[in-house]
Every structure is written in structure tokens, then in C-alpha cells.
């Protein structure tokens, strides 16, 4: 019998328990026991959910209180001394202190960076690194909820973050410091855990290192070998898993690795089946990741079981069967929605409903194909009631993709040009200050949206109730002193949910959440048909916002790429299809936003180097469809219109040159985490227009000083002439509070007057 087991599970609950959990303890209002609970109460829900689908191995240790990365951070004792001063290293104050800043007590520090986790939206904490790290283990709350978890009566297969991929995701904090040395004192450690989860009773554990799926160079490579040499004689049975690519070039370090099993994403590279059989010795488990983990879509079990059936005969029960990477990615349960057309919510596949998919596949594969018959024709006939619906394909929409042309990805003149025309007409001082488009999204705003939806009030009361938050946004931008304004996005759920909603094509889920990070949460849409724009989007609260300042308020888009990637995408057409239809459906509202007047205008693209495939093979052909989208979007412009983007949130150093390629006017950029280390790569790479490097961390409570925001604009003045820099935070500010966001933006105000006025002395 084939078994099957699960990478993870969303934490999160159903209906963002531990969202409201978190959020409710950082205020205040409820202890560090209520909090617990709501997470031990999230787990047996979620191991049972499991375990009555038929998991045979149920993974304990995919949850975490903010990220797995920052999980193991602190279980290895791997603290900053930053955090150190205001609690224990394993406290969870000193957790949430390294992710916010700020803990519950009130204690305030810089927190940990905070980036993408390899090509997802999910976001990690980044490890710091030191020659003085303090490393020490702290496996109880891993222990305790391998405990809890056979209390219920399940079978638990610890999950841990691998020692190597651990130091390969940090960065050192020091000059000149290779934090691959540390290895040799984390691997007693990684001996220590695992000798005792023997002690516990654990009979497999699952050892992620998704770096095999990257581009590793022969030291890491090496690392590899090491570290699972020295863990070789472990009590326990050791599974390796990887994910989000194929094994590619590092197949045959992956199966020579001395482990019990190896775990593939055969979502992502279905083609590496029959490579890793052949490769991976016979004694060894192949655990098939068949089940698509990172979208939505409901699988087609025939082609899938084509795939298995011959590795299935030659291994036996040593295939295993499991999805292709943790469920953290999709939502939990579609069976919650009522409100999605039929033919599209019979084709969806939750968190859940893959468990029941991996179900059928291994009944198909015990039994015979005809023994899980009726499950494979309803599959096959959910995803041909999607194929026939309506909207999926739309001959104007293809008539237009058919008829794009080079020229319609180009700005009128080269940016030296546009650039003296956009100073003539928006007469800017220099350093110019702005922000990235959001204001808080206020308890008053949430409810006059949710009090519109369910219809309580009229539409007339609706529109009313957003005025008077962009007519305050501006109000609050003026008093500030800021150069140019933004409308404040009152009227917007999300960055691309709100588009979403205004564009064909896609489709809504009622709690169809996952986690971007900490308790911030996403609703991704679903983009399920042809995308265009049936009536602009945008142009009415731009054009209000503007009636009320003599000062340019920026026109607020998100980019192609950005809705793409952010959605669940269709999967029966390529993405960079889909995206160049985004695009067009973008160009349209842009240009709408220039003839109302509109004389700056920001296509956001913070999911661009996201986006980037894990293998360097893939780079120049992902970043030509992902640029040309973004300048189809924006070429439709007059030279004297001025065209930002903004990006936050991921390593975007080894991509400047596809960024340099997006001839946007000005690029806003996350920065002020991690104290400003963009500025090497524009140094060695010479970046040609205008950049605005972020100088407040939007992502923490704490308010950064003016002093600390001039040192950080004095660094990029040393690396971006002055005439083309910008002063902004690293990201909108609808999750913060007005009381940290006045204040804060003053200090960026004066930081850029303090910076602009030495500049001019």
C-alpha cells in the first residue's frame, strides 16, 4: 500500500483565527494563554482534518506563530543580541519582538528582514549571522505538539527547516563573515533534535531543503554532503523534500544524500519523474509530490496516474504520494463557499479537497483505475464544465493579444527626454517626498466596505463615505508637507482583489485566504477566463483626489505580473499569456488616468523578482514577458506623464538590469530593512532613471527617527545623484495606524529636507 502524507497545512484556520489571535494578543486584549490556546486548538482541527482524509503521516511543526523560518531561528537559539535585552531567546515576546519590532511589553528594536520564501508570496524572516551567534537547542514546543498531536491519535511526521537551506536563506551581519562556516556547530544540534524526537517516538521526519531545487555552487553543494553525513546514524527515518522546481543538475547529490527517503515536486517539474526513480537507490522512498500544492485547480487524476503507475509497480510501497509542497499556499476548505458559479467551484481544489485527491490516486494505484472510476470522471467532467463556461474565452480579447506589436511596448523618447519634460511640468523639489499609495485601512473604512457589500447602506452612501476618506488622505499628505500625493486606496480591499473585482475574467472566493506573513492575510482571485476591463477602475477617485490639491496625486494601479502572480492563475493556457491580457486591460485604465489629468501614475510590480524562476536557465525568458506586459501597461503615455513602479519585499540585486528594462520613470524600492543593502547592486550596476530607496519599514509598528531616515537617504545620495532621488517608506500603509503614520512621515519629510538643504549648501 502506497502511503501518503502532507508537507503542511495552511495555519491559519478557516476563518483567520490566528489572525484575529495575534493581532488581539499584540494589543493587548487577551493573554499569552488565550493565544495558545487558539493555536492549539487550530492544530487539532487541522491534524484531525488530516488524519480522517487518510494521511498516514500527519506533519507536526508546520505551524508556526509568524514563519517556519523564524520558528527555527529561535529553536536553534540563534537570537540577535538585539532582542535580547527584554526577554529569554525562547520567550514568545523575543519571537514576535524579532518579526515586529515590537513586542507585547511595549519593547521596541529593529526587527529581522523580512523577504520572499524562494518564488511564493509567503514571506520569511531572514537569520542573522555573526562568528558570535549563540547557538543552543530549544526543541519543547516542537516536543509539545508531537505530544499533542498523539494525544489525538494521529501519526505525526515532524517537519523541520534543514540545517543547510536554514544558513543558505540568512545573511551575514557582519563584513567579510561566510556564514557557511557556522555549520560545524549547527549540526550537533540538528543531531541533538533528532535523537530527541526518536526519544518521542518518531518514526520519520521531514527535513526540508527546497535549495536543491536552485542553483547551488560547489560549497553548498559540499555543505549538503556534510551536514547529511554527520546526520547519517540519526535514530530516525529522514526524509528529505524539496520544492518549487525540479532537481535538475543536483539529482545526483540529492539521491547519493544517506537519508531514508527523498521528496520531489512533480507539480512544478512533472517531467523529473523518471530521472529520480532511476537515480534514487531502490531501498530509498520516492515521496511524489503529484498533487499541485500552490494552486487551486482540480486535478485530472488520468494523466496523473499515467505518471505514477509504472514507478508505483517497480517501487511498491516505497512510492509515497503527497502534494507537491506545503498546503500553506492555498486556502483551507472550498466546501465554505456558496457564492461561486457551479462550473468554477467544481473545478477548485482546497487544501482539503487535495488530501481527498491524493486519496483517490492511491486507491486508483492499489486497486486499479476502475476502482476509483467515478471519482476520475468526476474530475474529468468538473474541469470540462470550466473549460465550456462562459467568459473563459473571449474573441476580442485573443483578436487584441493577436494584434500587439513591438511598438506598443514603447515610450514615446528615451527617459533623458521624458524626464526634462516631466520636471517642466510637475516642478518638483529635489529629493522629492512621497508615499507607495495605501493609507490605514481604518475600523470606520472596513465597515462602510463590509456594511456596501451586504447592502445596508446605498451606493450613493458608499461613494460618500470614500470622498471624505481621500479628501482626508489628502488633507493629511498636505499638512505633512509631502511633494506628491496619493489618494489613499480607502476605497480598495486589496491591491489586486480590487482589480480583480473590476475586470473580466475573474472570479471571487468568500474565505479563500492564505497567509502572506505574520497575520497579514491575502484573498487571492481567481483568474479563471480571458481578462479585459469592461469600464475604467480607477479614473473617478483619481480625478476626485486631484480636484482637491494644487500637488500631483499619483493615478494608483497594480501591474500585470503583480495581479498575475498575486491570483491564482488559470493553468490551461501559459501565464505569460495571461498576463500580456492583464496588460492590455491595464493600458486602457492608464491612458483613461492621463486624459482625466492624471500626471503621475504608478504601476506597482512588487511581485517581479517573485515571479523569477529558481533556476538561473529560465531568468531571460520569464523576464522578457514580465517586462514587455509591464511596458504595454504604461507605453500608452504622453512623454510629459510620469510612470512609477514599486517593489518591496524580495532580493532584487541580480535582476536590476530586467528592472533597468521596465524604462519605468521612477522606481520606488524596499530598502530600510535591510539597512540599505540594495545600494551595492545600484552601484555596480549604474541604475539610469529615478529611485526612491525606502527609509521607513512600514511592516513594524515602531516610528524611525529623522536622524536615522537622513542617514539612510545620506548613504543613497552617495550611490544615486541627488536629481534622481526620492524619499518614501518601503511599502503602502493601510496595515498601519494613523499614530505611527503621522508621526513617521514627518520625520521622513524633515529627514529630506535636512538631506536636500545640506546638498544645496
Same mark, same amino acid.
Given at each position: 500500500?502506497?502511503?501518503?502524507?502532507?508537507?503542511?497545512?495552511?495555519?491559519?484556520?478557516?476563518?483567520?483565527?490566528?489572525?484575529?489571535?495575534?493581532?488581539?494578543?499584540?494589543?493587548?486584549?487577551?493573554?499569552?494563554?488565550?493565544?495558545?490556546?487558539?493555536?492549539?486548538?487550530?492544530?487539532?482541527?487541522?491534524?484531525?482534518?488530516?488524519?480522517?482524509?487518510?494521511?498516514?503521516?500527519?506533519?507536526?511543526?508546520?505551524?508556526?506563530?509568524?514563519?517556519?523560518?523564524?520558528?527555527?531561528?529561535?529553536?536553534?537559539?540563534?537570537?540577535?543580541?538585539?532582542? &535580547?535585552?527584554?526577554?529569554?531567546?525562547? %520567550?514568545? @515576546?523575543?519571537?514576535?519582538?524579532?518579526?515586529?519590532?515590537?513586542?507585547?511589553?511595549?519593547?521596541? !528594536?529593529?526587527?529581522?528582514?523580512?523577504?520572499?520564501?524562494? @518564488?511564493?508570496?509567503?514571506?520569511?524572516?531572514?537569520?542573522?549571522?555573526?562568528?558570535?551567534?549563540?547557538?543552543?537547542?530549544?526543541?519543547? =514546543?516542537?516536543?509539545?505538539?508531537?505530544?499533542?498531536?498523539?494525544?489525538?491519535?494521529?501519526?505525526?511526521?515532524?517537519?523541520?527547516?534543514?540545517?543547510?537551506?536554514? &544558513?543558505?536563506?540568512?545573511?551575514?551581519?557582519?563584513?567579510?563573515?561566510?556564514?557557511?562556516?557556522?555549520?560545524?556547530?549547527?549540526?550537533?544540534?540538528?543531531?541533538? /533534535?533528532?535523537? *530527541?524526537?526518536?526519544?518521542?517516538?518518531?518514526?520519520?521526519?521531514?527535513?526540508?531543503?527546497?535549495?536543491?531545487?536552485?542553483?547551488?555552487?560547489?560549497?553548498?553543494?559540499?555543505?549538503?554532503?556534510?551536514?547529511?553525513?554527520?546526520?547519517?546514524?540519526?535514530?530516525?527515518?529522514?526524509?528529505?523534500?524539496?520544492?518549487?522546481?525540479?532537481?535538475?543538475?543536483?539529482?545526483?547529490?540529492?539521491?547519493?544524500?544517506?537519508?531514508?527517503?527523498?521528496?520531489?515536486?512533480?507539480?512544478?517539474?512533472?517531467?523529473?519523474?523518471?530521472?529520480?526513480?532511476?537515480?534514487?537507490?531502490?531501498? *530509498?522512498?520516492?515521496?511524489?509530490?503529484?498533487?499541485?500544492?500552490?494552486?487551486?485547480?482540480?486535478?485530472?487524476?488520468?494523466?496523473?496516474?499515467?505518471?505514477?503507475?509504472?514507478?508505483?509497480?517497480?517501487?511498491?510501497?516505497?512510492?509515497?504520494?503527497?502534494?507537491?509542497?506545503?498546503?500553506?499556499?492555498?486556502?483551507?476548505?472550498?466546501?465554505?463557499?456558496?457564492?461561486? =458559479?457551479?462550473? +468554477?467551484?467544481?473545478?477548485?481544489?482546497?487544501?482539503?479537497?487535495?488530501?481527498?485527491?491524493?486519496?483517490?490516486?492511491?486507491?486508483?494505484?492499489?486497486?486499479?483505475?476502475?476502482?476509483?472510476?467515478?471519482?476520475?470522471?468526476?474530475?474529468?467532467?468538473?474541469?470540462?464544465?470550466?473549460?465550456?463556461?462562459?467568459? #473563459?474565452?473571449?474573441?476580442?480579447?485573443?483578436?487584441?493579444?493577436?494584434?500587439?506589436?513591438?511598438?506598443?511596448?514603447?515610450?514615446?523618447?528615451?527617459?533623458?527626454?521624458?524626464?526634462?519634460?516631466?520636471?517642466?511640468?510637475?516642478?518638483?523639489?529635489?529629493?522629492?517626498?512621497?508615499?507607495?499609495?495605501?493609507?490605514?485601512?481604518?475600523?470606520? +473604512?472596513?465597515?462602510?466596505?463590509?456594511?456596501?457589500?451586504?447592502?445596508?447602506?446605498?451606493?450613493?452612501?458608499?461613494?460618500?463615505?470614500?470622498?471624505?476618506?481621500?479628501?482626508?488622505?489628502?488633507?493629511?499628505?498636505?499638512?505633512?508637507?509631502?511633494? !506628491?500625493?496619493?489618494?489613499?486606496?480607502?476605497?480598495?480591499?486589496?491591491? !489586486?482583489?480590487?482589480?480583480?473585482?473590476?475586470?473580466?475574467?475573474?472570479?471571487?472566493?468568500?474565505?479563500?485566504?492564505?497567509?502572506?506573513?505574520?497575520?497579514?492575510?491575502?484573498?487571492?482571485?481567481?483568474?479563471?477566463?480571458?481578462?479585459?476591463?469592461? %469600464?475604467?477602475?480607477?479614473?473617478?477617485? %483619481?480625478?476626485?483626489?486631484? %480636484?482637491?490639491?494644487?500637488?500631483?496625486?499619483?493615478?494608483?494601479?497594480?501591474?500585470?505580473?503583480?495581479?498575475?502572480?498575486?491570483?491564482?492563475?488559470?493553468?490551461?493556457?501559459?501565464?505569460?499569456?495571461?498576463?500580456?491580457?492583464?496588460? &492590455?486591460?491595464?493600458?486602457?485604465?492608464?491612458?483613461?488616468?492621463?486624459?482625466?489629468? +492624471?500626471?503621475?501614475?504608478? #504601476?506597482?510590480?512588487?511581485?517581479?523578482?517573485?515571479? /523569477?524562476?529558481?533556476?538561473?536557465?529560465?531568468?531571460?525568458?520569464?523576464?522578457?514577458?514580465?517586462?514587455?506586459?509591464?511596458?504595454?501597461?504604461?507605453?500608452?503615455?504622453?512623454?510629459?506623464?510620469?510612470?512609477?513602479?514599486?517593489?518591496?519585499?524580495?532580493?532584487?540585486?541580480?535582476?536590476?538590469?530586467?528592472?533597468?528594462?521596465?524604462?519605468?520613470?521612477?522606481?520606488?524600492?524596499?530598502?530600510?530593512?535591510?539597512?540599505?543593502?540594495?545600494?551595492?547592486?545600484?552601484?555596480?550596476?549604474?541604475?539610469?532613471?529615478?529611485?526612491?530607496?525606502?527609509?521607513?519599514?512600514?511592516?513594524?509598528?515602531? !516610528?524611525?527617527?529623522?536622524?536615522?531616515?537622513? @542617514?539612510?537617504?545620506?548613504?543613497?545620495?552617495?550611490?544615486?545623484?541627488?536629481?534622481?532621488?526620492?524619499?518614501?517608506?518601503?511599502?503602502?500603509?493601510?496595515?498601519?495606524?494613523?499614530?505611527?503614520?503621522?508621526?513617521?512621515?514627518?520625520?521622513?519629510?524633515?529627514?529630506?529636507?535636512?538631506?536636500?538643504?545640506?546638498?544645496?549648501?
Amino acid at each position: 500500500m502506497h502511503a501518503t502524507h502532507n508537507l503542511g497545512y495552511p495555519r491559519i484556520g478557516a476563518r483567520r483565527e490566528l489572525k484575529r489571535a495575534q493581532e488581539q494578543y499584540w494589543r493587548g486584549d487577551i493573554d499569552q494563554s488565550a493565544l495558545r490556546r487558539v493555536g492549539a486548538d487550530l492544530r487539532h482541527r487541522h491534524w484531525q482534518a488530516q488524519a480522517d482524509a487518510g494521511v498516514d503521516l500527519v506533519p507536526v511543526g508546520d505551524f508556526a506563530w509568524y514563519d517556519q523560518v523564524l520558528a527555527t531561528t529561535q529553536m536553534l537559539g540563534a537570537v540577535p543580541e538585539r532582542f &535580547l535585552e527584554h526577554g529569554a531567546p525562547d %520567550s514568545l @515576546d523575543t519571537f514576535f519582538r524579532m518579526a515586529r519590532g515590537k513586542s507585547a511589553s511595549g519593547a521596541t !528594536v529593529w526587527p529581522c528582514e523580512l523577504t520572499k520564501w524562494f @518564488d511564493t508570496n509567503y514571506h520569511y524572516l531572514v537569520p542573522e549571522f555573526t562568528a558570535n551567534t549563540r547557538l543552543e537547542l530549544n526543541p519543547d =514546543e516542537l516536543l509539545e505538539q508531537i505530544a499533542e498531536a498523539r494525544k489525538l491519535g494521529v501519526t505525526p511526521k515532524p517537519v523541520i527547516l534543514g540545517p543547510v537551506t536554514w &544558513l543558505w536563506l540568512g545573511k551575514p551581519a557582519e563584513d567579510g563573515f561566510d556564514h557557511r562556516s557556522l555549520l560545524p556547530r549547527v549540526l550537533p544540534l540538528y543531531q541533538q /533534535l533528532l535523537a *530527541r524526537l526518536a526519544e518521542a517516538g518518531v518514526s520519520w521526519v521531514q527535513i526540508d531543503e527546497p535549495i536543491l531545487a536552485t542553483d547551488l555552487d560547489e560549497h553548498w553543494g559540499t555543505a549538503l554532503r556534510e551536514a547529511y553525513a554527520a546526520l547519517a546514524d540519526a535514530p530516525v527515518h529522514r526524509l528529505v523534500a524539496t520544492y518549487f522546481a525540479g532537481l535538475e543538475d543536483n539529482l545526483a547529490l540529492a539521491a547519493e544524500l544517506p537519508v531514508d527517503g527523498l521528496h520531489v515536486d512533480l507539480a512544478r517539474a512533472p517531467q523529473q519523474l523518471d530521472d529520480v526513480h532511476r537515480a534514487l537507490p531502490a531501498d *530509498r522512498v520516492l515521496s511524489a509530490g503529484i498533487v499541485d500544492g500552490r494552486n487551486i485547480w482540480r486535478a485530472d487524476p488520468a494523466p496523473l496516474l499515467e505518471r505514477l503507475e509504472t514507478v508505483a509497480r517497480a517501487r511498491g510501497e516505497r512510492l509515497w504520494l503527497a502534494p507537491s509542497c506545503s498546503l500553506l499556499h492555498v486556502p483551507v476548505d472550498k466546501e465554505r463557499e456558496s457564492a461561486l =458559479e457551479p462550473a +468554477i467551484k467544481g473545478a477548485l481544489s482546497f487544501a482539503r479537497q487535495k488530501l481527498d485527491e491524493l486519496a483517490v490516486l492511491r486507491k486508483a494505484l492499489a486497486e486499479g483505475r476502475d476502482a476509483a472510476g467515478a471519482e476520475i470522471e468526476a474530475a474529468q467532467a468538473a474541469r470540462q464544465a470550466l473549460a465550456d463556461a462562459p467568459g #473563459v474565452r473571449n474573441p476580442d480579447v485573443r483578436q487584441r493579444m493577436e494584434q500587439i506589436s513591438e511598438r506598443d511596448a514603447q515610450r514615446g523618447s528615451p527617459w533623458a527626454e521624458r524626464a526634462r519634460q516631466q520636471r517642466e511640468r510637475l516642478r518638483l523639489p529635489l529629493i522629492p517626498t512621497t508615499t507607495i499609495g495605501s493609507f490605514p485601512q481604518t475600523t470606520e +473604512i472596513r465597515r462602510t466596505r463590509r456594511d456596501f457589500k451586504a447592502g445596508r447602506i446605498s451606493e450613493a452612501d458608499y461613494n460618500e463615505a470614500m470622498r471624505q476618506e481621500i479628501a482626508h488622505a489628502i488633507r493629511e499628505q498636505e499638512a505633512l508637507d509631502l511633494d !506628491v500625493l496619493v489618494h489613499g486606496e480607502a476605497e480598495r480591499n486589496d491591491m !489586486v482583489e480590487y482589480f480583480g473585482e473590476h475586470l473580466a475574467g475573474f472570479a471571487f472566493t468568500e474565505g479563500g485566504w492564505v497567509q502572506s506573513y505574520g497575520s497579514r492575510c491575502v484573498k487571492p482571485p481567481v483568474i479563471y477566463g480571458d481578462v479585459s476591463r469592461p %469600464s475604467p477602475m480607477t479614473v473617478e477617485w %483619481s480625478r476626485y483626489a486631484q %480636484s482637491l490639491t494644487e500637488r500631483p496625486v499619483k493615478g494608483m494601479l497594480t501591474g500585470p505580473l503583480t495581479i498575475l502572480q498575486w491570483s491564482f492563475p488559470r493553468d490551461d493556457q501559459p501565464r505569460a499569456e495571461t498576463c500580456r491580457q492583464i496588460a &492590455l486591460a491595464l493600458r486602457d485604465e492608464v491612458v483613461d488616468l492621463e486624459q482625466a489629468g +492624471i500626471a503621475v501614475i504608478q #504601476v506597482d510590480e512588487p511581485a517581479l523578482r517573485e515571479g /523569477l524562476p529558481l533556476r538561473r536557465s529560465g531568468h531571460a525568458a520569464y523576464l522578457d514577458w514580465a517586462v514587455e506586459s509591464f511596458r504595454i501597461a504604461v507605453s500608452g503615455v504622453r512623454d510629459d506623464t510620469q510612470i512609477h513602479t514599486h517593489m518591496c519585499y524580495s532580493e532584487f540585486n541580480d535582476i536590476l538590469a530586467g528592472i533597468a528594462a521596465l524604462d519605468a520613470d521612477v522606481i520606488t524600492i524596499e530598502a530600510s530593512r535591510s539597512d540599505m543593502e540594495l545600494l551595492d547592486g545600484f552601484e555596480r550596476f549604474a541604475y539610469p532613471n529615478e529611485v526612491g530607496p525606502g527609509v521607513y519599514d512600514i511592516h513594524a509598528p515602531r !516610528v524611525p527617527t529623522e536622524e536615522e531616515m537622513q @542617514d539612510l537617504l545620506r548613504a543613497a545620495a552617495r550611490v544615486i545623484p541627488a536629481e534622481r532621488l526620492w524619499a518614501n517608506p518601503d511599502c503602502g500603509l493601510k496595515t498601519r495606524r494613523w499614530d505611527e503614520v503621522r508621526p513617521a512621515l514627518a520625520n521622513l519629510v524633515a529627514a529630506a529636507k535636512g538631506v536636500r538643504e545640506n546638498i544645496a549648501a
